[in-house]
């Protein structure tokens, strides 16, 4: 029915969630189960286990819950994001762009809002590309067992995701700790920032090495990251080139994202 919902969302072009699967186990069958000893399961366990899972990239292996229990779950996170809910969910709102065609905002970020604020912030670079900032999102987001039911939601993260996303780019990214900050001249870590992407030297301040963990497994607790990469986002947005000496707050921050968020519309 080409006035169905599910014909609206289903490009001719590319492959839907339950047409990859069909695909999948029809390949099983053809390379493997053509003896007729072998069920489609059999052939499919077959064909993933000598041919597909060998072949795969390592973020393709990736558990989406390691993250999760090894760096988010913890009493000091939660408290963090609990002081600072307010601030991200204006942050959110205002990274609803509206669709490029036109029409109403969605009601979830979607991956055009995600780059925007990766892209914005300066987040991007040769050690953190947008592949990362793309996987972030997609494993930060809820599983939708059929993207026909809520199509949106499948390709948008919500709030909740969105504060995981927020950590995964936090434990990626190389942040120098406050201490290092401090003994190297660094007013903030925007200031830090700012010159890391710019090239700009700051009189009297000294550059900071990547940190060794930036390149596996950070070994610092995930709240300590988080809590300068909120910090560095908000001071980005906030910041103003033609009056740079604009003091920084929460509360003004939060004030820019209302104005911007009223800006877009609805």
């Known amino acids: 029915d080409k006035k169905s919902a599910l014909s609206k969302i289903n490009d001719e072009n590319s492959l839907m969630q339950f047409e990859f699967i069909q695909v999948l186990i029809?390949?099983?069958?053809?390379?493997?189960?053509k003896d007729g000893k072998t069920d489609p399961a059999q052939a499919l366990d077959i064909l993933f286990k000598q041919w597909i899972l060998p072949n795969l990239p390592p973020h393709a292996l990736v558990d989406r819950d390691t993250f999760r229990k090894e760096r988010l779950y913890f009493e000091e996170v939660h408290l963090y994001y609990t002081k600072m809910l307010n601030s991200i969910k204006l942050l959110y709102s205002r990274l609803r762009?509206?669709?490029?065609?036109?029409g109403a905002r969605p009601k979830y970020i979607q991956m055009e809002g995600w780059q925007h604020l990766m892209e914005t912030c300066g987040l991007l670079d040769e050690n953190f590309t947008f592949q990362e900032a793309k996987l972030c999102?997609?494993?930060?987001?809820?599983?939708?067992?059929?993207?026909?039911?809520d199509f949106?939601?499948?390709?948008?993260?919500?709030?909740?995701?969105?504060?995981?996303a927020l950590a995964r780019v936090a434990d990626m990214?190389?942040?120098?700790?406050?201490?290092?900050?401090?003994?190297n001249g660094w007013?903030?870590?925007h200031q830090w920032a700012q010159a890391q992407e710019t090239g700009e030297v700051v009189p009297g301040s000294t550059p900071i090495p990547r940190r060794p963990s930036a390149d596996g497994r950070s070994n610092r607790p995930m709240y300590e990251k988080l809590e300068l990469f909120i910090e560095w986002?908000?001071?980005?947005?906030?910041?103003?080139p033609n009056n740079p000496q604009q003091e920084f707050s929460v509360e003004g921050f939060c004030k820019l994202m209302k104005k911007i968020d009223r800006d877009l519309g609805t």
């Open 97 to 102: 762009l509206p669709p490029r065609s036109g």
């Open 26 to 33: 029809r390949i099983g069958v053809m390379k493997c189960g």
């Open 152 to 164: 949106n939601k499948y390709t948008s993260i919500t709030v909740t995701d969105f504060l995981e």
């Open 173 to 183: 990214k190389s942040i120098p700790t406050k201490q290092q900050l401090t003994e």
């Open 187 to 189: 007013e903030n870590v």
């Open 233 to 240: 986002i908000q001071r980005r947005l906030y910041y103003d």
């Open 137 to 149: 999102f997609i494993w930060s987001r809820m599983t939708t067992v059929n993207e026909a039911d």
